[in-house]
């Protein structure tokens, strides 16, 4: 029986996005669709849709109706195919189910990944093999950096480009002056980095940027040469856009602030840009304007138990790209 599912808000999403229960039917009728069966179903940790994994076989994701990510993520997956430079679960279906309210739901389908998020193996790795982590991240990430972005883009991806940035950039200063987290004093300064960024973003520069790339996004698995990055997930937020954007993500959730595995991810990924003193600034304006920067900047402020607003920009980056980075 096909279920009706109605979300009409944020609050009811989060109720049911990983109630196994509310998405049955639906699951099934997928299955249907795509020739697929299975025995168990487990819902995956997940916050922005609703993925559950059939017999650990496949993945299965049922997109939010709150963001329009599914055709961007769905002709990317697509386009990587089976690719030894940049893993990713292969892409075993895709479409659109109704429910029986004829309510459309967006899926894909993927193979199931065994390995580990990195999140979870962070503190159980010797430094070496974190390390190894970050390195092989640079030529993985360098490797998405030069695909051939004739594969993906289009008038809509340009639109999702633009259409957050220029968001981000009327609202992420003052969301967080009104949080308490930025002096007002040091706004002119910023706005000045900001427009300086976004000037600089040239169409013919830009590249595919996941978009989201912390640690829960990259599954490693040991080998005989030790651990190694088996796949990169979750391109949901992926954008076409300047490679910076991959910086907040990269820089809080897979080196969690550690200025030693940003300089060893740098010299893999480009190591010319160790030799760029104005990288820093870049990468702290992106952050500003990516599109849960602002969020991010929040929690962290947060965590460090800070009593008062950022009063220099100078701190900022201390924060979100400190000079240390640089040999």
């Known amino acids: 029986m096909l279920p009706s599912i109605r979300i009409d808000s944020w609050d009811d999403w989060t109720r049911v996005y990983n109630d196994v229960s509310v998405w049955r039917g639906l ?20 916050n922005t849709n609703a993925v559950f994994l059939l017999d650990r076989a496949y993945a299965l994701k049922i997109y939010s109706p709150f963001w329009d990510e599914f055709e961007f993520e769905c002709a990317l997956l697509d386009a990587l195919g089976p690719n030894e430079e940049i893993p990713t679960p ?25 390995a580990r998020p990195y999140s979870e193996l962070r503190q159980q790795l010797s430094e070496d093999d974190a390390l190894s982590i970050a ?4 030529p993985t990430l360098r490797a998405l950096h030069e695909l051939d972005l004739n594969l993906v883009a289009n008038a809509a991806t340009e639109r999702a480009w633009t259409d957050v940035v220029a968001e981000r950039r009327r609202n992420a200063l003052n969301e967080l002056i009104q949080a308490g987290v930025l002096s007002a004093a040091i706004v002119s300064s910023l706005e000045f980095s900001l427009d300086d960024a976004i000037a600089a973003d040239r169409q013919e520069s830009r590249v595919i940027a996941h978009g989201d790339l912390g640690a829960d996004h990259v599954l490693c698995a040991p080998t005989d040469n030790g651990w190694q990055i088996e796949a990169l997930i979750d391109f949901g937020d992926a954008k076409i856009g300047t490679w910076e954007y991959e910086w907040m993500p990269l820089w809080l959730g897979c080196f ?16 010319t840009l160790l030799e760029d003193p104005e990288f820093p600034r870049r990468a702290v304006a992106w952050t500003l304007l990516h599109d849960f920067g602002a969020d991010e900047i929040k929690r962290l402020w947060r965590e460090q138990g800070a009593v ?15 000079e240390s980075i640089l040999p």
Do not use: M
């Open 135 to 138: 390195a092989q991240l640079g």
């Open 90 to 114: 292969y892409l075993v279906g895709s479409g659109q189910v109704s429910d029986a309210a004829g309510v459309a739901w967006d899926y894909l389908i993927t193979r199931y990944c065994a």
């Open 27 to 46: 699951i099934d009728a997928i299955c249907v669709r795509e020739g697929l069966g299975y025995r168990q179903i487990h819902p995956a940790s997940a």
């Open 308 to 322: 008062g607003p950022i009063e220099s920009i100078e701190v900022l980056k201390q924060l979100l790209c400190p």
């Open 256 to 271: 969690a602030g550690e200025p030693g595995f940003a300089r060893v991810f740098l010299n893999a990924y480009d190591p």
